[in-house]
């Protein structure tokens, strides 16, 4: 059974026009390349405010510089495991500072649902724009700070 925090998620994505199939499958390429461009973005994000700078070959890499292409078969047990492994890294990084991960995730969920009000969009690559009036989640609120 479907944790709520997934419950959550399935419903941002249904709301963003994104397919959330109800039995096994390998997405379409639009879909691959939406998915990879996601969790680069934040795992980018994570890293660049953990106090770490990205390089490739000596050169300081930002999320903006990098491209994407489709290419090869799709690894569909490399890709679960894949996700699952994120996932533990970045529980993990919470418990490493001491953060429970039900109200911060409760509280990201909810924002990002506030994301479908008036002026929210998508955009050509599939990923939901947020409305200009849209605030970010109070995470400051819900770790004490």
């Not at 959330?20 to 879909?31: C, G, K, N, Q, V």
């Not at 569909?76 to 109200?103: E, K, N, W, Y």
């Amino acid at each position: 059974m479907p944790t709520a925090h997934y419950e959550r998620v399935r419903r941002f994505m249904e709301q963003a026009g994104q397919d959330t199939p109800s039995a096994l499958t390998i997405p379409d390429e639009h879909t691959r390349l939406l998915r990879a461009r996601l969790i680069l973005e934040e795992a980018l994000e994570t890293v660049h405010a953990l106090g770490v700078e990205v390089q490739l070959g000596g050169q300081s890499v930002t999320f903006e510089e990098c491209s994407f292409a489709a290419q090869g078969d799709t690894d569909l047990a490399g890709v679960v495991d894949g996700c699952a492994d994120i996932s533990v890294v970045t529980i993990g990084t919470l418990i490493a500072f001491g953060v429970d991960d039900d109200p911060v995730l409760r509280e990201v969920d909810e924002a990002n649902l506030r994301k479908f009000g008036p002026g929210g969009y998508t955009r050509d690559d599939g990923k939901w724009i947020k409305p200009p009036d849209w605030h970010p989640p109070d995470i400051k609120r819900v770790i004490g700070l």
